[in-house]
């Protein structure tokens, strides 16, 4: 029976020498990057603007305007027969560059995880044999 009370007077210096004494207490927060990257920009609003979903939008509007502009200086597209023996125009090079770097990215996640620079590369590789051979 004795040894029942030492060992129930014991577990509370058991549990503090397991770090259980700090679970209520707040962690000082870190910078990292990657919240910053993620954190929401405007609270309350219909979708989850971060700095990322805003440089995604801003690039795609871009590349849209760039090839406006490019239909503008150059008329008809610029079709031309790549290695895929198909007649494809800007446009069509873009979509195929853009539905792949979202395949390669989808499939890194899936396979391997994060972080995500090697399919960036990949997919930037993707894009430049697009509008380069396709």
């Known amino acids: 029976m004795r ?5 129930i007077l014991a577990l509370p210096a058991v549990a503090m020498a397991q770090g259980w004494g700090n679970v209520g207490q707040q962690k000082e927060e870190v910078f990292t990057w990657a919240k ?4 929401p920009l405007f609270s309350g609003f219909w979708m989850a603007w971060t700095r990322a979903t805003l440089a995604f ?3 795609i509007f871009a590349a849209i305007a760039l090839m406006a502009v490019l239909e503008l200086r150059r008329p008809g597209g610029d079709e031309r027969d790549g290695i895929l023996r198909l007649t494809t125009t800007r446009g069509d090079r873009l ?3 853009l539905l792949g770097s979202a395949y390669i990215f989808l499939a890194w996640l899936g396979l391997v995880g994060l972080p995500l620079w090697a399919p960036l590369a990949l997919a930037l590789a993707w894009t430049a044999f697009c509008f380069w051979k396709v």
């Open 3 to 7: 040894r029942f009370v030492y060992l």
């Open 36 to 39: 910053w990257w993620t954190e």
């Open 57 to 59: 939008f801003i690039f």
């Open 95 to 97: 979509f195929i560059s």
